[in-house]
C-alpha cells in the first residue's frame, strides 16, 4: 500500500529565506511522485512532479524537489521565499500499475513571514 | 490556461438529503475524479472516471455515492441521503490520459455542510 508523510504541520521562513516542505513515501513499485499548492478559496494547483531521470525536479514558481530513493524522500525547495508562497502544500504519490488516483499527505501549512 | 471549475462553492443541506455536486472537466481531459478533504484532514481520493464508467474507486465510496457525465461536459457526484460525516470539501479534477505520470488538474472544491 503506498502512503506519503508530511512530518510538519507548520513552517514557518523568513522572506528572502530558503524554504524546504519535507515529504516522505512509501510505496511497493516505483513512485510517481507530486505537489500540489492550495492557496485559501482555490483548488489544489499542481506545482511540480518526479516520474523518472533527474532527481532535482524544477517546478512552476521557482519551486523545485528532490528525489531522494534511498531515504524514501521528496523535499520541496525553494532558495528564496516570498510572502506570496504562504499556502497549504501537499504532497502526493501514484505508484500501483493502472491506477490513477493519488494518495495525498497532510499537508504543510507554509508561512513566509515579512 | 483552461480550469476545472465547480459549482456551487458550498453548499449547505440537511441530513438525509439528497445533494448533486457539479465540476466541468478541462475540455480535452477524458479522465475525471472526485476527492474530498474533511476539514484539517488530507485529501482522500473517491471515485475515477472513464469512457462513462467508474474504472476505480475508494472504500468511501459507498452505495450512497454516484456520479454521472450527463452531457459532454459536466461530471456530477451525487450523495444520496447525506449524513453529518459527509461534510468535507469535494474537489473534482481531471487529466487528459490515463498514463500515471499525468498531472490532475483540480477544481476550487465545493464546500459540502451537512446539518
Known amino acids: 500500500a503506498q502512503s506519503v508523510a508530511q512530518p510538519e504541520d507548520q513552517v514557518n521562513v523568513a522572506e528572502g529565506n530558503p524554504l524546504t516542505v519535507k515529504c516522505t513515501y512509501s510505496?511497493?513499485?516505483?513512485?510517481?511522485l507530486f505537489w500540489y499548492v492550495q492557496y485559501p478559496n482555490r483548488g489544489l494547483q499542481f506545482l511540480l512532479k518526479y516520474i523518472t531521470g533527474d532527481n532535482l525536479v524544477k517546478g512552476s514558481y521557482g519551486f523545485e524537489a528532490e528525489f531522494n530513493k534511498s531515504q524514501t524522500s521528496f523535499h520541496l525547495k525553494k532558495p528564496s521565499a516570498l510572502v506570496s508562497d504562504s499556502a497549504l502544500y501537499f504532497c502526493a504519490v501514484r505508484d500501483a500499475p493502472g491506477a490513477n488516483n493519488l494518495f495525498f499527505g497532510t499537508g504543510t501549512r507554509l508561512t513566509v513571514i515579512p | 490556461e483552461p480550469e476545472v471549475t465547480q459549482t456551487p462553492s458550498h453548499q449547505v443541506t440537511q441530513m438525509g438529503q439528497e445533494v448533486i455536486l457539479r465540476c466541468v472537466p478541462i475540455s480535452n481531459h477524458l479522465y475525471f475524479y472526485w476527492y474530498r478533504q474533511i476539514l484539517g484532514q488530507k485529501v482522500e481520493f473517491l471515485v475515477s472516471f472513464y469512457n462513462n464508467e467508474i474504472s476505480e474507486k475508494s472504500e468511501i465510496f459507498d452505495d450512497q455515492f454516484s456520479v454521472e457525465r450527463p452531457d459532454g461536459s459536466n461530471f456530477t457526484l451525487k450523495i444520496r441521503s447525506t449524513k453529518l460525516e459527509d461534510s468535507a470539501m469535494y474537489f473534482c479534477?481531471?487529466?487528459?490520459?490515463?498514463?500515471?505520470?499525468?498531472?490532475?488538474?483540480f477544481g476550487p472544491g465545493t464546500r459540502l455542510t451537512v446539518l
Open positions: 510505496v511497493s513499485g516505483n513512485p510517481y
Open positions: 479534477a481531471s487529466t487528459r490520459g490515463d498514463r500515471r505520470e499525468s498531472s490532475q488538474y
